[in-house]
């Protein structure tokens, strides 16, 4: 089983810069994806960034394209989401999530999420 923790959430001005961290435990040898998301009040979850384990391919959704950045640390079994030039429409609580195996074919574990408030 894998528990994910996220941390690094705050209040920031906009043009600022936050760092998210998410830390697996447990058997997260197999991990094959992991990913943030977000949910802003009264939307839906949306996708932010992921990052392929194995072959450390990313992907990011257009609206954080070139601002945030999906990083590992292998050494410390943790994910970093690195946000710049924040914009208060990027507040939110931000969800790290693994999809633990390739044949799950969908994130199965999720982090309890982290605020993030940008200001104008």
């Known amino acids: 089983q894998v528990q994910l923790v996220e941390s690094g959430g705050g209040l920031v001005q906009a043009g600022g810069s936050l760092r998210l961290s998410c830390v697996a435990s447990?058997?997260?040898?197999?991990?094959?994806?992991m990913g943030w998301f977000r949910q802003a009040p009264g939307k839906e979850r949306e996708f932010v960034a992921a990052?392929?384990?194995?072959?450390?391919?990313?992907f990011y959704a257009d609206s954080v394209k070139g601002r945030f950045t999906i990083a590992r640390d292998n050494a410390k079994n943790t994910v970093y989401l690195q946000m710049n030039s924040l914009k208060p429409e990027d507040t939110a609580v931000y969800y790290c999530?693994?999809?633990?195996?390739?044949?799950?074919?969908?994130?199965?574990?999720w982090g309890q999420g982290t605020q993030v408030t940008v200001s104008s």
């Open positions: 999530a693994a999809q633990t195996s390739r044949v799950v074919g969908r994130y199965d574990v």
């Open positions: 990052r392929w384990m194995n072959e450390g391919s990313t």
């Open positions: 447990g058997r997260t040898f197999s991990m094959y994806r």
